[in-house]
Structure formats: structure tokens, C-alpha cells
């Protein structure tokens, strides 16, 4: 077992797909995960087949699995190692495996990860000590909110985490730990969950007003606690003062959800300029409108942009109306496009969306039809695409024949989750290049990339 392939698996995502793992296993294949985990390497089948052996009570079997990948000393692994480990009751051999090497040594969630088996183990206190000098660096906030809900630690935590925010309010430049911003949000959500909301929705206030802002925007997560607690007026103000995106959603959709539809249609269309370029209250009203079943209105609004060469809303309207299950209307708002737009998008990304949304709307032979009748080299990954289209239209036999012929992983994939869903999980994993394989056609394939440059 090779630490790097296991790195390049989680980093490249290489090896068997998640989603073709989560397929095997609901049809039954957790055996075939077993034997790609032990005789492949590949990380992502013994992740399945660990899940699928610990939900079947066999907790000595998926430490087998998990034992070899833990020997390499990588994080992933040993976090799934101790879970197995503790699951199967062996609580010292789960802490023994997890504690981190020591410091300066151990990878950066070393410890959160050790924390959470200690709070498995029933040690909350501990874990809570494990993790106390490490309240700056990234990701350490966040497990120890996560992995004390529910504890009754709530106070301990408020005591660790106000001065931390304190400090942070008065000067975020001066804080010293760039990762000390998650302070504002995680005080709020400890204060939250231990039935403190008005004084969380106060603290929140405050930062927002002093646009005490980080990567994770304070803007957002206020929005989402006003939203939570039914708090409307503020939320409104929150809305239109800062102009958020997510706390104008997040007004709209509560105002939805108490059957005021007709008052959130009237704030977005008050915000909303016809004149103007697009912007979040235009997009905003648009999602409101197709919600509503109002399609036609919905494209209506920013139908204006469709063929705008750099701001058009084209490409996202199709994905939304397909995601509310209108493909057929999508299909139709790639029709009538100007001269200028298709010259300049039409074979890279508007013909391969209207053949994906044909397919969607049950028009799979009218969609390989156009296909077909277009020179071979102006439509990239043809053969893949066409037998994505036969599938759909329920000729799987020609789909997999047709795949069988095609190199890449691309094609490589698709015929394995065709073969996933005719129940032969065996051969669909075996059509997926083995790691070390990808990892050397990674290579070759950067390798050429140096020298084009």
C-alpha cells in the first residue's frame, strides 16, 4: 500500500468514482469492494466496503479491509480505522491508533479526529482538553462545536470561545491566528443550540454592523439564524442593507414558506431594475418564479441577457428549469439564438447542454439525429456522448458496445455504471484502470501539458 496513491486518489479523485461505489453497494455489490479494496488498493471501494460491513455488524472484517490502508500512517485512513475500531468495541486500540505522533509531526485534523474517538469513548472532557491548544489552526473551531453537540459541555465551550471572539472583534488583524474568524460563528451556533438564540442573533448583529467579514461571510450566517427563528423584520432589513444574496434567498424563501408568496414576489420586483445588467435580485426572482411554476414569466425576466456575449444568463436558466423538471422548456431556450452568441458558444458548451437536456426530455434518437448529421471533429467526446443518449433511451446493450470501444476514463466510467446498474459490479469495476495505471496516465498526460507550454 502506497501513501501517495492513496493521496492522489483523495487529492485527483482517481481510482473507482464515489458514486459508482455507493451504486455497487445499494445493488448489492459489497463483495466486489471487499477484493478492489484488497487486491487494487483503491481507497474509495474500502471506504465502501467498510461502510457496508459495519452496517452488516462485521466489524472484524472491516478492519480488515481498513487495517493495511491504516499501516501507511495516512489521516483519511486512520480516522476510518479508529471508527471501525471503536464501533467493534476495542476503545484502547481506536485511541491508541488515532493519538496523533506528536508535535510538529502530526498532519493538521490529527487531532480533531483523535478528539472525536475520545468523545466516542465517552471522554468528552478530554477531547475538549486535546483540542484547547490547538484553537487556532484550521479546522480545530469547527470539530469541537461539532463534536460536542449534544454533551452538555455548551457552557464549557461558551467559556473557551468568547474571549477567543472577543479578541477577534476588537482587532481581526491583530488576532495573530488567521483561522480564529470561525470564532464568530461558532459562538453562535454553541449559544444557539444551547437555547440562547436572542443573544446569538445580537452577537451576529453587532459583527455584521462592524462588518466583522471572513472567507466564511457573517452576512450569510446571520441570515440563515434570523431565518431559523422565524425573525422576519430583521431579517428583511438584513436583506436590503447589505444587499446579500443569501439573505435576500433566505427573506424570500421564509416569506414562501409562510404562505406569502405574493409579498416576496413584490419585494424582489422592487429591487429588481429591467434596465440593469443582471444581478442577484434578477436571478433571485427568476428562481422565485420558476418555483412558482411560472416559467414563462421566469424567463421572461432575464431573457434579455440570453445572447449578451458576457453576461448572459442563458446556460443558468437551462440548468434551473431542468432542475425543477422542465427539460423540454430548457430545450427550447436554445433555439433562436443570434448569429453572433452561436458563433461564439454554440460548439463549446450550448450544443453539448441542449444534446444533455434532449436526453433528459425523452428526445434521445432526435438528439443523436443532430449529432450524427455534424462533422465527427466539431463534437468533442462524440461516442461517449451518443451512448449516454442510448442509455437513456433504453438501448443499454448498444450504449455499453459502443463504450467498449471508446478509450478513457470518461468512457471507462460510464460503462461501468452501465454495467453497475445489469448487476455486474464485478466487471464494472474491472473496466476502471487500476490506480497505479491512472496515476502513470496522469503523468503522461501533464507530462504533455509541460510541453505544448
Given at each position: 500500500?502506497?501513501?501517495?496513491?492513496?493521496?492522489?486518489?483523495?487529492?485527483?479523485?482517481?481510482?473507482?468514482?464515489?458514486?459508482?461505489?455507493?451504486?455497487?453497494?445499494?445493488?448489492g455489490?459489497?463483495?466486489?469492494?471487499?477484493?478492489?479494496?484488497?487486491?487494487?488498493?483503491?481507497?474509495?471501494?474500502?471506504?465502501?466496503?467498510?461502510?457496508?460491513?459495519?452496517?452488516?455488524?462485521?466489524?472484524?472484517?472491516?478492519?480488515?479491509?481498513?487495517e493495511?490502508?491504516?499501516a501507511?500512517?495516512?489521516?483519511?485512513?486512520i480516522?476510518?480505522?479508529?471508527?471501525?475500531?471503536?464501533?467493534?468495541?476495542?476503545?484502547?486500540?481506536?485511541?491508541?491508533?488515532?493519538?496523533?505522533p506528536?508535535?510538529?509531526?502530526?498532519p493538521?485534523?490529527?487531532?480533531?479526529?483523535?478528539?472525536?474517538?475520545?468523545?466516542?469513548?465517552?471522554?468528552?472532557?478530554?477531547?475538549?482538553?486535546?483540542?484547547?491548544?490547538?484553537?487556532?489552526?484550521?479546522?480545530?473551531?469547527?470539530?469541537?462545536?461539532?463534536?460536542?453537540?449534544?454533551?452538555?459541555?455548551?457552557?464549557r465551550?461558551?467559556?473557551?470561545?468568547?474571549?477567543?471572539?472577543?479578541?477577534?472583534?476588537?482587532?481581526?488583524?491583530?488576532?495573530?491566528?488567521?483561522?480564529?474568524?470561525?470564532?464568530?460563528?461558532?459562538?453562535?451556533?454553541?449559544?444557539?443550540?444551547?437555547?440562547?438564540?436572542?443573544?446569538?442573533?445580537?452577537?451576529?448583529?453587532?459583527?455584521?454592523?462592524?462588518?466583522?467579514?471572513?472567507?466564511?461571510?457573517?452576512?450569510?450566517?446571520?441570515?440563515?439564524?434570523?431565518?431559523?427563528?422565524?425573525?422576519?423584520?430583521?431579517?428583511?432589513?438584513?436583506?436590503?442593507?447589505?444587499?446579500?444574496?443569501?439573505?435576500?434567498?433566505?427573506?424570500?424563501?421564509?416569506?414562501?414558506?409562510?404562505?406569502?408568496?405574493?409579498?416576496?414576489?413584490?419585494?424582489?420586483?422592487?429591487?429588481?431594475?429591467p434596465?440593469?445588467?443582471?444581478?442577484?435580485?434578477?436571478?433571485?426572482?427568476?428562481?422565485?418564479?420558476?418555483?412558482?411554476?411560472?416559467?414563462?414569466?421566469?424567463?421572461?425576466?432575464?431573457?434579455?441577457?440570453?445572447?449578451?456575449?458576457?453576461?448572459?444568463?442563458?446556460?443558468?436558466?437551462?440548468?434551473?428549469?431542468?432542475?425543477?423538471g422542465?427539460?423540454?422548456?430548457?430545450?427550447?431556450?436554445?433555439?433562436?439564438?443570434?448569429?453572433?452568441?452561436?458563433?461564439?458558444?454554440?460548439?463549446?458548451?450550448?450544443?453539448?447542454?441542449?444534446?444533455?437536456?434532449?436526453?433528459?426530455?425523452?428526445r434521445?434518437?432526435?438528439?443523436?439525429?443532430?449529432?450524427?448529421?455534424?462533422?465527427?471533429?466539431?463534437?468533442?467526446?462524440?461516442?461517449?456522448?451518443?451512448?449516454?443518449?442510448?442509455?437513456?433511451?433504453?438501448?443499454?446493450?448498444?450504449?455499453?458496445?459502443?463504450?467498449?470501444?471508446?478509450?478513457?476514463?470518461?468512457?471507462?466510467?460510464?460503462?461501468?455504471?452501465?454495467?453497475?446498474?445489469?448487476?455486474?459490479?464485478?466487471e464494472?469495476?474491472?473496466?476502471?484502470?487500476?490506480?497505479?495505471?491512472?496515476?502513470?496516465?496522469?503523468?503522461?498526460?501533464?507530462?504533455?501539458?509541460?510541453?505544448?507550454?
Amino acid at each position: 500500500m502506497n501513501i501517495d496513491d492513496l493521496v492522489w486518489q483523495k487529492d485527483w479523485h482517481g481510482g473507482v468514482p464515489p458514486r459508482l461505489v455507493e451504486e455497487i453497494l445499494e445493488r448489492g455489490g459489497l463483495e466486489v469492494l471487499v477484493e478492489a479494496a484488497r487486491e487494487r488498493g483503491d481507497w474509495f471501494c474500502a471506504e465502501g466496503a467498510v461502510r457496508g460491513l459495519c452496517a452488516d455488524g462485521e466489524f472484524a472484517r472491516a478492519w480488515a479491509v481498513v487495517e493495511p490502508f491504516t499501516a501507511t500512517g495516512w489521516q483519511p485512513a486512520i480516522r476510518a480505522g479508529a471508527d471501525v475500531l471503536l464501533r467493534w468495541g476495542r476503545v484502547e486500540q481506536a485511541l491508541e491508533l488515532a493519538h496523533p505522533p506528536g508535535p510538529g509531526a502530526e498532519p493538521g485534523d490529527a487531532w480533531p479526529d483523535y478528539a472525536e474517538v475520545l468523545v466516542g469513548a465517552g471522554r468528552v472532557d478530554e477531547a475538549i482538553d486535546a483540542l484547547v491548544p490547538y484553537l487556532g489552526e484550521r479546522g480545530v473551531l469547527q470539530a469541537l462545536v461539532r463534536i460536542t453537540e449534544g454533551q452538555d459541555r455548551d457552557d464549557r465551550l461558551l467559556e473557551l470561545l468568547t474571549p477567543v471572539a472577543e479578541d477577534f472583534s476588537r482587532d481581526p488583524r491583530q488576532c495573530g491566528i488567521g483561522d480564529l474568524w470561525y470564532a464568530l460563528s461558532a459562538r453562535t451556533t454553541v449559544l444557539e443550540r444551547s437555547g440562547r438564540a436572542d443573544e446569538a442573533m445580537s452577537l451576529l448583529g453587532a459583527d455584521v454592523a462592524a462588518r466583522r467579514y471572513g472567507p466564511e461571510n457573517t452576512v450569510d450566517f446571520h441570515a440563515e439564524l434570523l431565518a431559523r427563528h422565524g425573525r422576519i423584520e430583521p431579517l428583511r432589513e438584513l436583506a436590503t442593507r447589505t444587499r446579500n444574496s443569501k439573505a435576500v434567498r433566505a427573506y424570500v424563501t421564509t416569506l414562501e414558506d409562510l404562505g406569502r408568496a405574493a409579498e416576496a414576489e413584490a419585494y424582489l420586483r422592487g429591487f429588481h431594475d429591467p434596465a440593469a445588467g443582471p444581478d442577484i435580485f434578477m436571478v433571485a426572482l427568476q428562481e422565485f418564479l420558476i418555483r412558482q411554476d411560472r416559467l414563462d414569466e421566469a424567463v421572461q425576466v432575464v431573457g434579455h441577457t440570453f445572447d449578451d456575449l458576457y453576461e448572459s444568463l442563458l446556460q443558468s436558466t437551462m440548468i434551473l428549469m431542468a432542475e425543477q423538471g422542465h427539460p423540454d422548456k430548457a430545450v427550447q431556450l436554445t433555439e433562436g439564438r443570434s448569429p453572433e452568441f452561436l458563433e461564439e458558444n454554440e460548439r463549446y458548451w450550448l450544443r453539448s447542454n441542449r444534446w444533455w437536456l434532449m436526453g433528459e426530455a425523452g428526445r434521445s434518437r432526435e438528439a443523436i439525429a443532430e449529432i450524427e448529421a455534424l462533422p465527427p471533429d466539431e463534437v468533442d467526446d462524440r461516442e461517449v456522448t451518443i451512448a449516454w443518449l442510448l442509455a437513456r433511451d433504453d438501448r443499454t446493450e448498444e450504449a455499453v458496445a459502443l463504450l467498449r470501444r471508446c478509450p478513457g476514463s470518461q468512457a471507462a466510467t460510464d460503462l461501468a455504471r452501465l454495467l453497475v446498474r445489469q448487476g455486474r459490479c464485478a466487471e464494472a469495476v474491472a473496466v476502471i484502470p487500476d490506480v497505479s495505471t491512472q496515476r502513470a496516465e496522469n503523468r503522461r498526460l501533464l507530462g504533455k501539458g509541460k510541453e505544448a507550454e
